[in-house]
């Protein structure tokens, strides 16, 4: 097992743009987990402000503030603890979903496939933001609605990726021998297919952080998460609430924007080099 785990982190370092990324994601997780060493209540606080409305950069203010006063620099670090965690939430949330659905639908045929199937197409059909934007609407507006409405409406696309490489799994001769010899359902499930869709299921996690962080900044932008709480998402709203686009105060919006692209950029560099990494046989192909 630790030979396999030194060779699979061999094999990433020879991937530059999977380095980069996984240097630049420990940066945005340390800068997350440090900002409250850096930024205090005060400097959230919209009556408390420690600056004036809509200041744009200076040596007292790196990035500008925002339309109440409060340093850009701040709610950015602050708001990166908020996107983070429902990103990572919200995707631990709909690969969860998607992988037991894949799983049950892979190897349970008949009826049992076909119906999870059905379902699972019924949800690719339909627009995943439209459909988290409409559920988060007539939930109760908070961080935790927004995680639930992410995680109820991305998982098809890892439920379709399991079920295929379940399928591919199941026709393998140990399987097959492992079920001619008796072994239960849950059995073959948790002991043989299970663990051979892990590195699958990692990539694709990864992968998809990527997009339920900018599916969170989504939603908050159109006013169904909390206000109350700082993220990159309600930095925006509030930017396009007081016209920083038509006034030109772009420091109001660029830091968040960029943030958004570059944790987004991240994640899909890190799920590409592991996704590579952990099936070799991607390797070299566009």
Same mark, same amino acid.
Request: charged share 10%; glycine share 10%; with cysteine.
């Given at each position: 097992?630790?030979?396999?785990?030194?060779?699979?982190?061999?094999?990433?370092?020879?991937?530059?743009?999977?380095?980069?990324?996984?240097?630049?994601?420990?940066?945005?997780?340390?800068?997350?987990?440090?900002?409250?060493?850096?930024?205090?209540?005060?400097?959230?606080?919209?009556?408390?402000?420690?600056?004036?409305?809509?200041?744009?950069?200076?040596?007292?203010?790196?990035?500008?503030?925002?339309?109440?006063?409060?340093?850009?620099?701040?709610?950015?670090?602050?708001?990166?603890?908020?996107?983070?965690?429902?990103?990572?939430?919200?995707?631990?949330?709909?690969?969860?979903?998607?992988?037991?659905?894949?799983?049950?639908?892979?190897?349970? %045929?008949?009826?049992?496939?076909?119906?999870?199937?059905?379902?699972?197409?019924?949800?690719?059909?339909?627009?995943?933001?439209?459909?988290?934007?409409?559920?988060?609407?007539?939930?109760?507006?908070?961080?935790?609605?927004?995680?639930?409405?992410?995680?109820?409406?991305?998982?098809?696309?890892?439920? %379709?990726?399991?079920?295929?490489?379940?399928?591919?799994?199941?026709?393998?001769?140990?399987?097959?021998?492992?079920?001619?010899?008796?072994?239960?359902?849950?059995?073959?499930? %948790?002991?043989?297919?299970?663990?051979?869709?892990?590195?699958?299921?990692?990539?694709?996690?990864?992968?998809?952080?990527?997009?339920?962080?900018?599916?969170?900044?989504?939603?908050?932008?159109?006013?169904?998460?909390?206000?109350?709480?700082?993220?990159?998402?309600?930095?925006?709203?509030?930017?396009?609430?007081?016209?920083?686009?038509?006034?030109?105060?772009?420091?109001?919006?660029?830091?968040?924007?960029?943030?958004?692209?570059?944790?987004?950029?991240?994640?899909?560099?890190?799920?590409?080099?592991?996704?590579?990494?952990?099936?070799?046989?991607?390797?070299?192909?566009?």
């Amino acid at each position: 097992m630790s030979g396999s785990l030194a060779r699979s982190l061999r094999e990433y370092r020879n991937h530059r743009a999977g380095v980069v990324g996984l240097a630049a994601l420990l940066l945005f997780v340390a800068l997350a987990v440090g900002a409250p060493l850096f930024v205090t209540a005060r400097d959230l606080s919209a009556v408390y402000a420690p600056g004036a409305p809509r200041q744009p950069p200076s040596s007292h203010f790196l990035l500008g503030t925002d339309a109440y006063g409060r340093s850009m620099l701040a709610v950015t670090l602050w708001g990166a603890r908020i996107s983070l965690a429902v990103g990572l939430l919200a995707t631990m949330m709909s690969v969860g979903i998607g992988s037991l659905t894949g799983i049950v639908a892979g190897h349970f %045929r008949g009826w049992v496939s076909t119906l999870l199937m059905r379902v699972t197409d019924w949800f690719l059909v339909l627009p995943t933001l439209v459909l988290a934007a409409a559920l988060a609407s007539v939930m109760h507006r908070g961080i935790v609605t927004v995680i639930i409405a992410i995680g109820l409406t991305a998982w098809p696309g890892t439920a %379709r990726l399991v079920r295929a490489q379940t399928l591919t799994l199941e026709a393998r001769p140990y399987v097959e021998r492992a079920k001619a010899l008796g072994a239960g359902d849950w059995h073959v499930m %948790r002991r043989h297919v299970l663990p051979n869709l892990t590195p699958l299921i990692l990539a694709q996690t990864t992968l998809s952080v990527s997009a339920a962080i900018l599916m969170e900044a989504t939603l908050a932008f159109l006013g169904l998460s909390d206000p109350t709480k700082v993220s990159w998402g309600t930095t925006l709203q509030l930017a396009q609430q007081v016209g920083a686009v038509s006034a030109g105060d772009w420091w109001i919006l660029l830091p968040p924007g960029l943030a958004i692209v570059a944790v987004a950029l991240a994640f899909t560099l890190c799920g590409r080099a592991l996704e590579a990494t952990l099936n070799p046989r991607l390797e070299g192909k566009g």
